[in-house]
């Protein structure tokens, strides 16, 4: 099996990428973001591709090209199209609301918890959604697993705050199994 020591990265219309250093800056019509490259990874630029070419064949520079092709990928995209995070609330009386750059949630508590916006990203709140909008994955994503952790879904009865589309397995209760013996 020929393994490949350099991997290309398409860069479609109206991208524009520097490569300096160890440091890849994307910019494109929602924003611009950058990363920093391992040294063990050569990071190259043609007119419509990013070349990653790694140094030597041990595991962790194989694997580390691997990854930063598709964090490069993923920052094309974003810069692009942009990443939405959906999550459901469920539960009676569960709500939220933004209040300035804060988002207020009251989730069964006996207080509002309230979480910062990171910036570069926005938050939409309807009636039983939050929607978490911005060009950077990992930050989506990490913002909306910590509204999540809030108040996540309750295996017993579904109450709490999910992704949508999340399936909830629910466990029988106590009374359940106790009349079936």
Same mark, same amino acid.
């Given at each position: 099996m020929v393994k490949k020591r350099e991997r290309a990265i398409d860069i479609p219309e109206g991208v524009k990428t520097t490569v300096r250093d160890n440091f890849i800056i994307i910019e494109g019509p929602k924003g &611009?973001?950058?990363? &920093? @490259? /391992?040294?063990?990874? +050569?990071?190259? +630029?043609?007119? +419509?591709q990013i070349l990653l070419k790694r140094q030597g064949e041990e595991p962790k520079n194989v694997a580390f090209q %691997?990854?930063?092709?598709? *964090? @490069?990928?993923?920052m094309i995209i974003g810069v692009v199209k942009g990443y939405e995070k959906v *999550?459901?609330?469920v539960g009676v009386g569960y709500r939220a609301k933004i209040e300035g750059k804060k988002l207020s949630l009251?989730? %069964?508590f006996s207080h509002p918890v309230e979480i910062e916006v990171p910036d570069g990203l926005a938050v939409e709140v309807t009636k039983t959604t939050i929607s978490v909008k911005g060009i950077d994955k990992e930050l989506v994503g990490r913002?909306?697993?910590? @509204?999540?952790?809030?108040? /996540? /879904?309750?295996?017993?009865?579904? +109450? %709490?705050?999910?992704?949508?589309?999340?399936?909830?397995?629910?466990?029988?209760? &106590?009374?359940?199994?106790?009349?079936?013996t």
């Open positions: &611009k973001l950058e990363r &920093k @490259i /391992p040294f063990s990874l +050569k990071i190259g +630029k043609t007119e +419509k %691997g990854l930063f092709r598709t *964090l @490069i990928s993923n *999550l459901e609330i009251s989730v %069964g913002f909306a697993a910590s @509204i999540r952790g809030v108040r /996540p /879904p309750d295996v017993y009865k579904g +109450k %709490g705050i999910r992704y949508q589309g999340e399936y909830v397995r629910h466990k029988v209760g &106590k009374t359940a199994v106790a009349t079936t």
